[in-house]
Every structure is written in structure tokens, then in C-alpha cells.
């Protein structure tokens, strides 16, 4: 029988800028069951009026005790983005619901070889996995392509710039690239991926979270490589207000 998931108060305890628009919320939640990396939650906000909203996001971090972490770009226009990013101070409280997902997830016992593709925001989940990775000390090599216009607009990009055993990065620019980039800016392609991405004769377990478009072109170019499809595991997102 499936657990029926509780709206719990989460209580604001730190604040990380990550790039001008995105910054990364820790809240303190009693009772948290703990989740996994890749899982997400739902946020709901509710006015003096009795009005509320909710949205989803992806868990940045692997669970921590009763610690949720949450990386939220603003939406311009959004109901609840601007709310969490731009009016929320330490000591504040929303409430959350979660953890939600079984599919899209990492988990540390796993042994096969690891391929993240991620676009924009998506980095979210991943990041979560690259940590968990680390908490848990496995040795299980991991690949990372993350697809993103500039370098102003990466995330997490100091902790991803520490040189980790076993964790590859490559960044794929879209719009401006940074001075001595090789690669020329541009969408994700096959060669990125061929490149940078593990082949599909080590059956990694690729895990492609972004926009619907980057999610959808990367799945069908892992398959031109030769990836299995239930080796592929996608993560998608689109416009829900905000």
C-alpha cells in the first residue's frame, strides 16, 4: 500500500546564491522521512486569504536528517519562484510534501557506471545523485554533460570545478563560451555525447533531465549511440507558472 504523503511546515535555514537568478534554500523539516537522490517535492504556498499555490522541485541534496535542500530558479512573472528567492528570509516557513518519484532515482548500492545529461536547471537532480555519490564514498564513475547558455548561468559550478576520483565533467555551452572553450557553442550533439558521455558498451545508467526539447533530443541521440532504452531514464520540465 502506498504511503500517503503529508504536508509537513519547512522552516528557511540558509540561503545560497548560485547565479543571479537561482539560489539554493535549505529548509529544516520535522519529521522528513528522507528521500532519495533524484526525488523532488512539492512546495505550496498559502496567503492570509486562504488562496494557495504549489509547484515542484527537485532535491538538490541527498538526505540529511531532517534537511531538505531545494535550488530554485525565479520565473519572471511566477507565483511562487520570485516568492521563495526574492521575499523569503531565514526563519520563514512553506510547506512541503514529498518525497515524490521512484523512477528517476540513484542510489548508492548501485554498481553500474553513471551518465547524467543535464540542461539548464536540470542540473538539480543530478547534482543531488554526484552528492550522494560522494556521501556514500562509492567508486562508481560517473559522467557528467551539462548543457548550459554561459558560464554565469552554471550552477554549483565551484563545488563541480574540485577535482573528484571517478567524476567527469564537461560543460556544453549554447550561447557564449568562456575564453579557451575548444567546443563551439551550440546544442547538444551526437559527438558531445559520444565524446564526453560514457559508450554504450559500458551499459551506463544514463540518467537526462532539462526542458522538454533537450530532453527528448538527448534520449534520441543516446539511442543512436546504442544505449539500451531502459538504461535511459528521463526527467523533463515545462512552463507551469512559475
Given amino acids: 500500500m502506498r504511503r ?11 540561503i545560497v546564491d548560485e547565479t543571479g537568478t537561482a539560489r539554493t534554500l535549505r529548509f529544516r523539516v520535522p519529521g522528513w522521512p528522507g528521500h532519495l537522490a533524484g526525488q523532488h517535492v512539492d512546495v505550496r504556498l498559502t496567503a492570509e ?12 541534496a541527498p538526505a540529511d536528517g531532517d534537511l531538505v535542500e531545494l535550488t530554485v530558479e525565479t520565473v519572471p512573472d511566477g507565483e511562487v519562484s520570485p516568492y521563495l528567492n526574492e521575499v523569503m528570509e531565514i526563519g520563514d516557513q512553506v510547506e512541503l510534501r514529498g518525497p515524490v518519484g521512484g523512477w528517476f532515482v540513484w542510489r548508492p548500492a548501485s554498481e553500474s557506471r553513471v551518465l547524467l545529461v543535464a540542461g539548464g536547471s536540470g542540473i538539480v537532480p543530478l547534482m543531488s545523485m554526484i552528492r550522494a555519490r560522494r556521501r556514500a564514498g562509492s567508486r562508481v564513475p560517473f559522467s557528467l554533460l551539462y548543457s548550459v547558455r554561459d558560464a554565469e548561468r552554471r550552477y554549483y ?3 563541480l570545478a574540485v577535482p573528484e576520483p571517478g567524476l567527469d565533467v564537461t560543460y556544453l555551452y549554447t550561447r557564449q563560451a568562456p575564453p579557451g572553450s575548444s567546443r563551439a557553442v551550440g546544442r547538444i550533439m551526437l559527438d ?3 565524446a564526453g558521455g560514457r559508450p554504450a558498451v559500458a551499459e551506463p545508467d544514463c540518467y537526462v533531465c532539462g526542458p522538454t526539447g533537450f530532453v527528448e533530443a538527448s534520449a534520441d541521440l543516446l539511442l543512436t549511440l546504442g544505449h539500451a532504452p531502459e538504461r535511459i531514464r528521463t526527467e523533463r520540465f515545462g512552463p507551469t507558472g512559475g
Avoid at 500517503?4 to 540558509?14: H, N, S, T
Avoid at 486569504?49 to 538538490?60: E, F, H, K, V
Fill in 49 to 60: 486569504d486562504g488562496y494557495s499555490t504549489r509547484r515542484s522541485y527537485s532535491l538538490a
Fill in 192 to 194: 558531445d555525447l559520444a
Fill in 157 to 159: 559550478a565551484d563545488e
Fill in 4 to 14: 500517503r504523503l503529508e504536508w509537513r511546515a519547512a522552516e528557511l535555514v540558509k
